[in-house]
């Protein structure tokens, strides 16, 4: 589908702001997950009512993420996306004063708010930043959230390590990301969304827009299908690959941690390389390959369980659902016959409502049989993948 066409020089600056944008919002909440022990100890929490307390923010994302589109429609998702990484600094830094569970539950909700809003505004504007080149540069922005995700571990980790207060941290770090936000405002687009969409995304002919727009959500659902399928592939990493492999395969506790930097890292290297693999081959290609990866490498980490099988099967994983999240964002964001920004507020509160429910499904699942058995959700999610890639586009002409 033809795009706006590109100005006479790519907007560099524009690029690096955004950029910056899904870096820091890595970072921000990343940044918290090390230092969550001391704060279970601080509030005398059950390993339960932390749960609870940390299942707000997906809550709050769901509740949000549908509000996203309008409110780009009104202040531009430039605009939405600093001043929500703002406000995620301050909730952040909120974090560490909160002194009981309801209160670090009513923060942690209203984080997962602000942060789906920034998740949709971010990649709008990635997608405008995109349609003034001539190729692709959309998987790069998600590449660096693994970054950003990656230093914020790693920054809340020195932090504990070094025995800084919680409130210290947590607000010179806060105070510090904000002003790197509101300086790359400087550097953003100007103008409104819709400036920069394709004439017949923007506005379909008056006698199909019913047909178009009926179109438009079944390939939506299509492609928050794709995202769920990813964000399960993730999942997996985050919330089981360590539990499978110290509980079911014996391995020692830092081994077990490596899963998900298996994962984590492959993913990070495929987003930065991503976008040369999709002009040359075309997105559909790239994630029914993708999906081909998923299933294959995890069924046979399944099928002949060991631990360095898993390991690479969670690496191969991760290598194939590089690009997939990305992928529906974008194509989400090319459907006509939607105002802006609504189908990237659908796929993302497609894509969380996905993080909420599979948790508790490999949960169910592993205790009615196995964890392992579990795992096979991840099969299914590279054969859903190779079965749907069909709704992507192919090779650029």
């Known amino acids: 589908m033809p795009s706006a066409p590109p100005v006479s020089a790519p907007p560099r600056a524009a690029r690096a702001a955004v950029g910056t944008w899904f870096f ?13 022990p001391e704060i279970k100890a601080d509030l005398d929490l059950s390993n339960a009512a932390l749960g609870t307390a940390l299942a707000a923010a997906p809550a709050g994302a769901l509740l949000a993420a549908l509000w996203s589109a309008p409110l780009i429609r009104r202040l531009g998702s430039g605009w939405v996306a600093v001043y929500g990484l703002v406000l995620l600094a301050a909730l952040m830094s909120a974090v560490a004063v909160a002194p009981s569970w309801a209160v670090l539950a009513g923060v942690l909700l209203v984080v997962g708010a602000v ?3 920034v998740d949709v505004a971010q990649n709008a504007h990635g997608l405008r930043v995109e349609r003034r080149y001539d190729r692709s540069i959309f998987n790069a922005f998600h590449g660096l959230w693994s970054v950003g995700a990656v230093a914020g571990a790693l920054i809340g980790s020195a932090a504990a390590g070094l025995d800084v207060p919680l409130g210290w941290h947590l607000g010179g770090v806060g105070v510090f990301f904000a002003a790197v936000a509101l300086v790359s ?25 019913l047909s178009t727009r009926s179109r438009s959500l079944l390939l939506l659902g299509a492609f928050g299908l794709l995202a769920a399928a990813g964000v399960f592939v993730e999942d997996a990493g985050a919330s089981w690959s360590a539990i499978y492999l110290r509980e079911d395969l014996g ?9 998900l930097v298996a994962l984590q890292t492959t993913m990070t290297v495929g987003r930065l390389t991503g976008d040369r693999v999709v002009d040359r081959f075309g997105q559909r290609a790239v994630t029914r390959v993708g999906g081909v990866l998923v299933a294959l490498g995890m069924g046979a980490a399944l099928a002949f369980p060991s631990i360095p099988g898993t390991l690479a099967g ?3 994983a991760g290598l194939g659902v590089a690009t997939l999240v990305p992928a529906a964002y974008a194509a989400a964001d090319r459907l006509p016959g939607l105002p802006p920004g609504a189908g990237l507020s659908m796929i993302n509160w497609l894509l969380r409502a996905g993080l909420l429910i599979s948790p508790p499904l490999v949960g169910v699942i592993a205790d009615a049989a196995s964890l392992r058995v579990g795992l096979l959700t991840v099969v299914a999610a590279g054969v859903v993948t190779v079965a749907v890639a069909g709704v992507l586009a192919g090779r650029r002409g």
């Not at 820091?24 to 969550?36: F, I, M, T």
């Not at 550097?187 to 506005?203: I, T």
């Not at 391995?251 to 899963?259: E, F, K, N, S, V």
């Open 115 to 117: 942060d789906a809003l």
């Open 24 to 36: 820091v919002n890595a970072v921000l909440y990343a940044q918290v997950l090390p230092r969550l």
């Open 251 to 259: 391995a020692g506790a830092a081994t077990a941690g490596l899963g």
């Open 185 to 209: 405002s400087r550097a953003m687009l100007p103008g409104a969304d819709e400036d920069d969409r394709a004439p017949e995304v923007r506005a379909p002919a008056a006698g199909g827009a």
């Open 314 to 316: 969670f690496a191969v």
